[in-house]
């Protein structure tokens, strides 16, 4: 019997490095502004479910690569603080697609631009941490493979309100994303590309 097939999704949220253990330098400037980000990319996820949107989690392995996604997940979700809140709220489901990255962005050395052709993608949903690192050099990759992405400002954090404002500013302006925050209302489609919807 083979495995199952993913999904179709013309358009796919994409969770980058969200479960998080935040142990590293700087981390402590991060994690209040992770777990806002959390709650509102929990309150976006359920709403792209619900009306079909699949779900890529991209997270970094943090080096060890003996262990898989599912045992990070659990290792977070019996953290205290911001990282066990986050792992409970964006806790992934059955029906979830998970990775593990090596570098920043999750297209790098991955298997991500493979799974978003099976599942039939034109446009991405770009959430995580942080905002001027890994979900930045994401939206670059997106770009450069011509996905329009939306990166919700209340979706994504970084450790200073000055670096999350650069990177929204180079994301709108640079790589062309929406970058509205979750509860906007959408705007008027413009075509942007041969992915276009």
């Given amino acids: 019997m083979g495995a199952p097939r993913l999904p179709r999704s013309p358009r796919v949220l994409l969770l980058v490095d969200f479960i998080n253990p935040l142990n590293f330098p700087g981390a402590e400037s991060l994690a209040d502004a992770a777990l806002e980000a959390a709650h509102a990319t929990a309150a976006l996820k359920e709403k792209l479910t619900r009306s079909g949107v699949a779900t890529i989690y991209a997270n970094d ?7 898989d996604f599912h045992s990070l997940v659990s290792t977070c979700v019996g953290m205290d603080g911001p990282p066990g809140e986050i792992a409970k709220l964006l806790y992934p489901q059955a029906e979830d697609v998970t990775i593990l990255k090596p570098r920043h962005s999750a297209f790098f050395a991955s298997p991500l631009e493979l799974l978003l052709t099976e599942m039939e993608a034109r446009e991405l949903v770009i959430c995580g941490l942080a905002s001027d690192m890994c979900v930045q050099l994401t939206a670059a990759e997106a770009f450069m493979r011509e996905y329009p992405c939306w990166v919700p400002s209340d979706c994504h954090a ?18 062309k994303c929406d970058v509205r925050p979750s509860t906007a209302p959408a705007p008027r489609r413009k075509s942007r590309g041969r992915r276009d919807l």
């Fill in 158 to 175: 970084a450790e200073s309100r000055e670096a999350k404002q650069s990177a929204i500013a180079h994301m709108e302006g640079v790589l």
């Fill in 61 to 67: 392995n943090y080096g060890v690569w003996q262990s």
